[in-house]
């Protein structure tokens, strides 16, 4: 890595990264890449908040629901077709670039901040 490439801690607690629990996931078939449309609970204050994800190649709806994941909460909006995306849920690309959702070994307060 280059010095160019290097943030500083300053930057890194601009991104606001925090865990919530998935309370409900429908499929989004107006979507332009298949994905799925989930409502995550972060809890007080943040409440609940929706994400478009493309996710449907390792998940299915109705395995999600329950699903503690990790998030960015301080992006702005963001129109996707019909649907507004209030977060960016978080994933590493697989061996075929497919997303793998980030989430914690063991179950944490929801809301609770990346550090």
């Known amino acids: 890595m280059s010095d160019s490439s290097q943030i500083s801690f300053d930057d890194f607690q601009k991104v606001e990264v925090r865990i919530g629990t998935i309370v409900d996931a429908q499929p989004f078939p107006e979507a332009r890449r ?32 329950g699903k503690q994941v990790a998030a960015v909460v301080n992006f702005p909006p ?11 849920v978080l994933g590493f690309p697989d061996g075929d670039g497919e997303v793998v959702l980030v989430t914690a070994d063991k179950p944490v307060p929801n809301g609770g901040r990346l550090y």
């Open 34 to 65: 298949p994905a799925i449309k989930l409502w995550v609970d972060f809890g007080a204050p943040l409440g609940l908040k929706k994400s478009s994800a493309q996710i449907t190649v390792h998940y299915a709806v109705e395995e999600l629901v």
């Open 78 to 88: 963001r129109q996707i077709g019909k649907f507004m995306s209030e977060i960016l």
